[in-house]
């Protein structure tokens, strides 16, 4: 992380077993909140609209890093905007046990933009963007009904997306 600019990685991934995550206190909370509405804030705005000193609120924003309780920073993106005009929610039923198999190939599907394992009708919840509706059947009947350990899909087109504030 740059002494001014918070990075732009939103990986998401960690080495090895995180901490147990330290109680976090209200200016934890209000660090939190200006950093989802801008992850490029400058160290100098958060310490400045939190009222610690800059080095407190590095140190804050390392440790809420380190404690894994943020996971990277990335960028909003307007997909249709982008060249990903095509959206959907995929639902999965997968073969028992086989969730970690499963989750390695689904991270190498291009337009894969967030995968969660879930309870209930179905067993995985997978959000792609694609150019358009032919690549998303395409990635849907080709690349994901060839997965040995996917038994059904259900596709829900995405016919508006709204992202929401998290000021509340």
Not at 50 to 53: D, T
Not at 86 to 90: E, L, N, Q, T
Not at 96 to 101: A, D, K
């Given at each position: 992380m740059a002494p001014e600019r918070m990075a732009d990685d939103d990986s998401g991934d960690q080495s090895g077993p995180l901490p147990p995550p330290r109680p976090l206190d209200a200016i934890d909370r209000d660090i939190l909140r200006m950093l989802q509405t801008d992850g490029r804030a400058s160290i100098r705005s958060v310490a400045e609209q939190?009222?610690?000193?800059r080095a407190n609120a590095y140190a804050r924003i390392n440790r809420l890093i380190e404690d894994g309780v943020?996971?990277?920073f990335g960028a909003r993106v307007n997909h249709e905007r982008a060249g990903q005009g095509?959206?959907?929610?995929?639902t999965l039923k997968?073969?028992?046990?086989?969730?970690?198999?499963?989750?390695?190939?689904l991270k190498e599907l291009p337009g894969a933009a967030h995968m969660a394992l879930v309870s209930g009708d179905f067993d995985v919840l997978l959000l792609v963007h694609t150019p358009d509706n032919r690549t998303l059947r395409e990635l849907v009947l080709t690349r994901l009904q060839s997965i040995?350990?996917?038994l059904s899909t259900r596709t829900l087109l995405v016919f508006e997306e709204t992202d929401l504030d998290p000021e509340g």
């Open positions: 939190v009222h610690v000193s943020i996971r990277g095509a959206s959907a929610y995929i997968i073969v028992q046990n086989s969730w970690r198999t499963v989750r390695e190939q040995p350990e996917v």
